[in-house]
């Protein structure tokens, strides 16, 4: 059961970094008291796990404006030189699975720093690949190792806190998580202009290391040992089978990965609907990309900031999958012609709405899943971002079933997926049982 949805933020050891000055009542010759202590903590793991999230869509996405010139580079058809998204995508959805279970039994550190050092050479790897097969297969292991800092980061997070607090740093994490993907592109965009793609891994393997030294520095263990678990791989899955018998586990697991599957729809199909049907220019899909960007790091931390603490987490989470169905319904009706030929601007406010409400989708989802999960914390992160991944893997390649024409199949699984969240959100969940059980 959860418990009471304070911060335990002031339980981890930090180092001793000198006196803070200018305390009220507290000469500045002397150390800082628990709460100057709790607030420094705070932040330093604040920044930390914020690095973790961003890395992989960083490894995803600077490598992005570098695609025709490693099709060019390495001689590979375009279609081979796809795979080595697919791989570093597919070692991400895979690696939780084997590093969240490691993480309950040994403690969040240690795997954690493995994966860093595996992450970093397989990256300093790909800077010197010189074939397209060999760089496939680095990018695989980039991504496996890569896992450990999404699927550790959530599960420190529910080491640390609980509650309503939980769900707070759940939305500050998506301000740092949710920039990192509007900003890759531009970094490596940049890269290009001083060197060629292969600069771009070495500048993520630069990060790598440096990350690698935070966590090392500070980043202290979250998992006591009596917490953890000792048995070997059939433990682990028996635990996650436990965890997915375990209905409203599920049930929020299943509606966060489809309303993260909507979100894949929208990356994977705005720059064809935006620039090819609605002719607008690259810098204009930028911009909307921003906005859109914006608008979900915004709404997250009305979540974080506002929302949690006045709104129960399944009043606000039932809104949001309300607000994202009836978003799609709209893209849906305007891009099948039912109100004619709207143009870019309507299209584009529904996608902002929609990408908006995903602000309070995706941070309670993963909030209320974890709450159930204090015995696992890691397998149960793990099933989270594995299912996120997954589903999200199957839904982007159907929105260009129909055709380069039309924009209705971006549409229809966007919708179909809000639907089927909230359906899951309702049917499994149930939260009024929950809400009802309070005292």
Not at 15 to 29: F, N, V
Not at 145 to 150: N, Q
Not at 265 to 277: C, D, R
Not at 288 to 308: D, E, H
Request: proline residues 6%.
């Amino acid at each position: 059961m959860p418990e009471s949805g304070v911060s335990r933020a002031q339980q981890i050891p930090t180092p001793d970094t000198g006196a803070e000055a200018g305390l009220p009542g507290r000469p500045a010759h002397l150390p800082p008291g628990p709460a100057a202590t709790a607030r420094r903590t705070g932040l330093l793991v604040t920044l930390v796990l914020g690095g973790l999230t961003a890395l992989p869509p960083l490894s995803m996405d600077m490598y992005l404006p570098a695609l025709p010139a490693v099709t060019d580079a390495l001689h590979a058809p375009a279609t081979t030189v796809q795979l080595t998204l697919t791989a570093c995508l597919t070692g991400m959805a895979l690696g939780q699975v084997v590093v969240g279970p490691m993480s309950d039994r040994w403690g969040r550190r240690r795997p954690l720093l493995l994966g860093m050092i595996v992450y970093v050479l397989a990256t300093a790897i790909c800077v010197f690949a010189p074939t397209a097969e060999l760089l496939i297969g680095f990018r695989l292991v980039q991504g496996l190792a890569g896992a450990a800092g999404i699927v550790i980061a959530r599960a420190v997070v529910r080491d640390m806190y609980d509650g309503v607090e939980m769900a707070r740093f759940f939305s500050t994490l998506m301000l740092i998580s949710g920039v990192a993907p509007v900003i890759a592109p531009v970094i490596g965009g940049q890269v290009l202009r001083l060197t060629d793609w292969r600069g771009i891994f070495a500048v993520l393997t630069v990060v790598g290391i440096l990350l690698t030294l935070v966590v090392w520095k500070w980043l202290h263990e979250t998992l006591p040992p009596e917490e953890r678990h000792t048995g070997g791989i059939g433990d682990a899955l028996r635990t996650m089978r436990g965890l997915l018998a375990d209905r409203v586990f599920s049930g929020y697991m299943i509606a966060g990965s489809l309303a993260f599957a909507a979100l894949f729809a929208y990356v994977a199909a705005s720059p064809f609907v935006v620039q090819e049907i609605y002719g607008a220019s690259p810098q204009t899909f930028s911009l909307l990309f921003g906005i859109n960007s914006v608008g979900l790091i915004a709404v997250g931390q009305i979540n974080g900031k506002i929302l949690v603490g006045r709104v129960s987490l399944a009043k606000a989470l039932g809104f949001g999958l309300a607000v994202i169905v009836l978003a799609a319904t709209a893209l849906l009706l305007m891009t099948s012609g039912v109100f004619g030929d709207v143009g870019l601007v309507p299209v584009a406010t529904g996608l902002f709405v929609l990408m908006s409400a995903m602000g309070l989708a995706m941070p309670n989802t993963n909030t209320q899943a974890l709450m159930r999960t204090k015995h696992a914390a890691g397998s149960a992160s793990a099933l989270l971002g594995t299912s996120q991944f997954l589903i999200g893997a199957v839904a982007s390649p159907l929105v260009g079933i129909a055709g380069e024409a039309t924009a209705v199949p971006m549409a229809v699984v966007q919708l179909v997926c809000a639907v089927g969240a909230l359906v899951c959100f309702l049917g499994l969940c149930r939260p009024w049982q929950q809400m009802a059980a309070r005292p």
